[in-house]
């Protein structure tokens, strides 16, 4: 069974800028993948690779076991749901999500049906009629989904698509999508910047720096081990600390990174258990933020950010407190 | 009725000065087509007549000859500026490239360039290369000024295509043939009417570069003038003048409502 979309030392050059830089990576059939970095990472370069608006400079994309290099947009079996939607404003909603069947030459009631049918799988029945510009952004979003998905794509594309909507709305999206891929079993590959919407809806996850894949995995395992302070930043935020203070505080003489989660509070006179490390210091800054109070110790040599479950204790800014953490939640990277 | 403070009677009487002076003689046109009078116009007009318009129906052979030219002259240039056109503005819509702005105003050139100049540029050029006079050698004068009208109009028209909507068609299969035929061209095409019609209306009553282009041909308006130097059955010229006035004004007056309709509803009527 060959992967859904395989990468085989893939780089895409624009002239001197190497937006995608020697990339190997396989998606696997059924697949929930997500492609998170900062803008102008390769993410979205990668995704056009595989739909066929670019052509790699050099390497070999295969989907399905087929070669992919060379073949038109409009000869693969992939299809994309666009950052804007790019729907077709002179077409009915119906009419845009038959526009495939209709290239295809399908006759004219069965696509009507299969567009009625995928719309009502979107949760927009009774919408067929309207134009798109009398739709709300949500309801865009899903013309454009329906519009895709109607094709039976074997390799869904999805690029940065919500992030155009509203936080509720978003997250109400990011469940449905997820049960969509689930019901629909098609590997659909996702785009975005936004670490959240990616570790909660992908199987596995691929962060890009500067054209490159820095890392890919499970969302958990990348979260709890990152390899680089990169990723660490990046994906959720972190304590790197330098290779001498993480020797000194339960970890090994390398750039360490600790979730500002993993950190407790130790209260006056209590002695740290053994396997805890500790440190005190001065509050430089704590942010009230509902479910946690997010508070910046200073160091001689560094500071560490922890995030406090509310509601303990209240802490000011100025007074001095005493951190602790477990070692195992040192996590020691390759790079810094 | 006062219910609204209105111009003060100074500016009033400016515009109404203003629109008898551009339309009076438009009016006068119209009236001197009916009069009884051969001659000299005399006004007011002894008597009013329709003979006129049956002489220059039934008796006039003249007329028709001209009045063919025109109308093929500015089909012709229309289609050249249709197609031209509209690649010229499909070309030049997404390309970044050194020099771009400077390639549009060559475009947008010939419509700024005095007639005379492009006339006799032409005429130069036809005359190196021996190309003898001919309908085409008129068409093509025309085609570089309609070519203006068509291009600007499908840029406009253009630059309000989102790029993505392109590479979503090609994504659902469609290639580009279908591309064009069931995205691009259904969202152009009013502009495309519009530009087409004022090229129409511009090629038919053009004279000034007609007159370095044509040789011994005469379009409508190089008859009309000709009739006015040496006139006889004078108010047959008028009714002339009236046909020239509704072949060009109705397309004018459907390209405005047409582009304004556009506006409206970015496109998405129809």
């Known amino acids: 069974m060959p992967p859904a979309v395989s990468f085989q030392h893939v780089s895409r050059h624009f002239g001197h800028v190497k937006a995608v830089d020697d990339v190997s990576l396989d998606i696997f059939e059924g697949e929930f993948f997500a492609m998170l970095g900062p803008s102008g990472s390769g993410k979205t370069t990668c995704l056009r690779l595989i739909a066929g608006f670019e052509q790699p400079t050099s390497g070999h994309i295969e989907i399905f076991g087929e070669t992919a290099e060379g073949l038109p947009p409009y000869r693969r079996n992939v299809n994309t749901v666009f950052q804007d939607y790019a729907l ?8 845009n999500v038959a526009y495939g069947l209709m290239i295809k030459g399908v006759a004219r009631a069965e696509r009507e049906a299969k567009a009625l049918e995928t719309l009502a799988m979107v949760k927009l029945k009774g919408f067929d009629q309207r134009r798109p510009s009398q739709l709300s952004g949500g309801q865009r979003q899903r013309v454009a989904l329906a519009r895709a998905l109607v094709n039976q794509p074997k390799v869904l594309l999805l690029d940065e698509p919500l992030g155009a909507l509203d936080l ?4 109400q999206m990011q469940e449905e999508l997820k049960a969509l891929q689930k019901e629909l079993g098609i590997t659909f590959v996702l785009v975005t910047h936004d670490q959240g919407e990616a570790l909660s809806m992908a199987n596995r996850v691929a962060i890009f720096n500067e054209g490159k894949i820095v890392q890919a995995g499970p969302p958990a395992d990348v979260y709890e081990h990152p ?10 935020s972190s304590n790197v600390l330098p290779p001498e203070f993480a020797a000194a505080h339960g970890g090994t003489h390398a750039w360490t990174s600790l979730r500002p989660e993993k950190v407790r509070l130790v209260r006056a006179g209590e002695a740290l258990p053994a396997g805890q490390f500790g440190v005190s210091g001065r509050v430089a800054s704590a942010l009230y933020q509902g479910a946690i109070t997010r508070i910046a110790v200073e160091l001689n040599s560094t500071r560490i950010i922890a995030a406090i479950p509310t509601g303990m204790t209240t802490i000011q800014e100025g007074e001095t407190v005493a951190l602790a953490w477990d070692a195992c939640n040192l996590v020691a990277m390759e790079a810094a | 009725m006062r219910s609204e403070p209105g111009a003060s009677v100074p500016l009033k009487a400016a515009a109404v000065g203003g629109l008898l002076f551009l339309h009076l003689p438009l009016a006068l046109i119209f009236l001197y087509a009916f009069t009884t009078e051969e001659k000299s116009f005399q006004f007011p007009p002894p008597s009013l007549t329709l003979h006129w318009l049956s002489v220059a129906w039934f008796d006039r052979p003249d ?8 109308l093929k002259v500015a089909v012709l240039a229309t289609l050249i500026a249709l197609i031209l056109g509209t ?3 499909a070309a030049l819509w997404r390309a970044r490239f050194f020099g771009k702005d400077s390639l549009s105003l060559l475009f947008i050139l010939p419509i700024a360039l005095p007639g005379i100049i492009t006339g006799i540029a032409l005429r130069s050029a036809f005359d190196i290369m021996s190309i003898p006079f001919s309908t085409w050698t008129i068409v093509l004068g025309h085609a570089t000024f309609c070519i203006v009208v068509v291009y600007n109009n499908a840029l406009a028209r253009f630059r309000r295509l989102s790029p993505s909507m392109i590479e979503a068609s090609v994504d659902l299969g469609a290639n580009g043939a279908q591309t064009f035929r069931h995205v691009i061209l259904p969202q152009i095409s009013s502009a495309l009417l519009a530009g087409g019609m004022l090229a129409f209306a511009l090629s038919f009553d053009e004279v000034i570069v007609t007159t370095f282009t044509a040789g011994q041909q005469a379009t409508l308006p190089i008859w009309m003038l000709n009739e006015l130097i040496r006139p006889r059955q004078r108010p047959v010229t008028n ?6 006035i509704a072949v060009t004004f109705l397309p004018i007056l459907a390209a405005y409502y047409l582009t304004r309709e556009g506006e409206h509803t970015g496109g998405s009527g129809r």
């Open chain 1, 88 to 95: 077709f404003p002179h077409m009915t909603v119906g009419e």
């Open chain 2, 239 to 244: 009714v002339v003048a009236m046909i020239v």
């Open chain 2, 87 to 89: 690649l010229a503005a």
């Open chain 1, 168 to 171: 509720k709305l978003r997250e």
């Open chain 1, 227 to 236: 390899r680089s302070r990169f990723v660490a930043d990046f994906v959720g």
């Open chain 2, 63 to 70: 007329i028709w000859g001209p009045l063919w030219l025109s």
